[in-house]
Each structure stands twice: as structure tokens, then as C-alpha cells.
T-cell receptor, first 112, second 114 residues
Framework: AQSVTQPDIHITVSEGASLELRCNYSYGATPYLFWYVQSPGQGLQLLLKYFSGDTLVQGIKGFEAEFKRSQSSFNLRKPSVHWSDAAEYFCAVGPGGFKTIFGAGTRLFVKA | ETGVTQSPTHLIKTRGQQVTLRCSSQSGHNTVSWYQQALGQGPQFIFQYYREEENGRGNFPPRFSGLQFPNYSSELNVNALELDDSALYLC?????????????FGPGTRLLVL
């Protein structure tokens, strides 16, 4: 069955520290992979996506993610977290549209 | 800026009532998808419309229905509301071409059913 697992329900990091959010997927075909961010009461904003090519993808707001086929993972990273990064982060796998499956999300808290 | 808008932003209804939520897709995007996001969960796919025809549906009952119009607007209708329908409803549009697999989300409509 197709699924997305985000093992961490919430993570707390200090401002300026590095961040890694984990995402594991199960998908029968070559996946399209996405990371979205959602601020409280808001919709989803696309951070980055991977379709093919270089397995390290750069996104907006200084985020990057690495696709590792052997581990079925697509972890999101940021070298230095800012207080404004506090939000909920969703990993999703597709090929898009109604075949897109979202994880349950990881809530990021940032300590001053 | 995604260009996807939704209305209203918030809505309160009582059980058994009907509700219509609206979405305006990004210009040129002929595919719109609707999602339900319950509190503390990820979005769950409801259905998708392409060129005014439904072309995919998730595990939602028939009382969830939709329409898509030629002017890039769309509607989600829910009949016989139940308490569990309380959620954030998101629409997402995507367009033809190289970026067609990427969905752009609106800010959502938060529905509370009492």
C-alpha cells in the first residue's frame, strides 16, 4: 500500500541550529516527492519538489531535501533555523493530483 | 504567491445542513483538487476535477460533491453535514505543461459543524 510516514510528530530546535525532518514513503512506482509548510490556520505552501535528476533539491526559504531511493526517504534539512520557520511540515508523495498522499505532518517548534 | 483563493475563510453550520465552499484556481490551471484536513492530520484527498469533469475520487461518500466552471472557479458541496465534517477544506490547482504535477494550495476554509 502507498503511504508516507513522518516519524516525528513534533520537533524542537534552537534558533540557529540545524534541522532535519524525516520522511519515509512506500510507493510502487517512481515517486514524485514534495515538502509543504503550513503556518497556523493557513494553507499549504510548496517548499520543494523532486521529480527526477539530482537527488539533492533546493527549495525556498533555505530548505533542501535529499532523495534516497535505497532508503525510501526524502528528508528535509535546513542548516540554520529561524524563529519564523516554526510551522507544520508535510511530506507528500505522488505522481500528483488525486494520487498524492500526505504524511501526518511534523510540527516544528523553535526556541529562542 | 500561488494565486489560489478560497471563500469563505470560516464557516459555522449545524448538523444536517448543507454547505458550499468556493475556490478560484490559478489562471490557466485546468485541474482542481479538494482536500479535507482534520485537526492534527495531513490533508486527505476528496476528489479532483479536470476540465469540468470529475476524474478521481478519494474515500468520501456521495454527499460530498463538486463542480468546476470554465472560468477556473470550482465548488465543493457537502450535504447532510455531520460533526466529523468539521475540518479545514483546501483546494489545490495544477496546470498543463512541465509543472502539471505540482499542486498550488489555497488558504483553506475552516468549517465547524455543531
Amino acid at each position: 500500500a502507498q503511504s508516507v510516514t513522518q516519524p516525528d510528530i513534533h520537533i524542537t530546535v534552537s534558533e540557529g541550529a540545524s534541522l532535519e525532518l524525516r520522511c519515509n514513503y512506500s510507493y510502487g512506482a517512481t515517486p514524485y516527492l514534495f515538502w509543504y509548510v503550513q503556518s497556523p490556520g493557513q494553507g499549504l505552501q510548496l517548499l520543494l519538489k523532486y521529480f527526477s535528476g539530482d537527488t539533492l533539491v533546493q527549495g525556498i526559504k533555505g530548505f533542501e531535501a535529499e532523495f534516497k531511493r535505497s532508503q525510501s526517504s526524502f528528508n528535509l534539512r535546513k542548516p540554520s533555523v529561524h524563529w519564523s520557520d516554526a510551522a507544520e511540515y508535510f511530506c507528500a508523495v505522488g505522481p500528483g493530483g488525486f494520487k498524492t498522499i500526505f504524511g501526518a505532518g511534523t510540527r516544528l517548534f523553535v526556541k529562542a | 504567491e500561488t494565486g489560489v483563493t478560497q471563500s469563505p475563510t470560516h464557516l459555522i453550520k449545524t448538523r444536517g445542513q448543507q454547505v458550499t465552499l468556493r475556490c478560484s484556481s490559478q489562471s490557466g490551471h485546468n485541474t482542481v483538487s479538494w482536500y479535507q484536513q482534520a485537526l492534527g492530520q495531513g490533508p486527505q484527498f476528496i476528489f479532483q476535477y479536470y476540465r469540468e469533469e470529475e476524474n478521481g475520487r478519494g474515500n468520501f461518500p456521495p454527499r460530498f460533491s463538486g463542480l468546476q466552471f470554465p472560468n477556473y472557479s470550482s465548488e465543493l458541496n457537502v450535504n447532510a453535514l455531520e460533526l466529523d465534517d468539521s475540518a479545514l477544506y483546501l483546494c489545490a490547482s495544477s496546470g498543463p505543461g512541465q509543472d502539471e504535477e505540482t499542486q498550488y494550495f489555497g488558504p483553506g476554509t475552516r468549517l465547524l459543524v455543531l
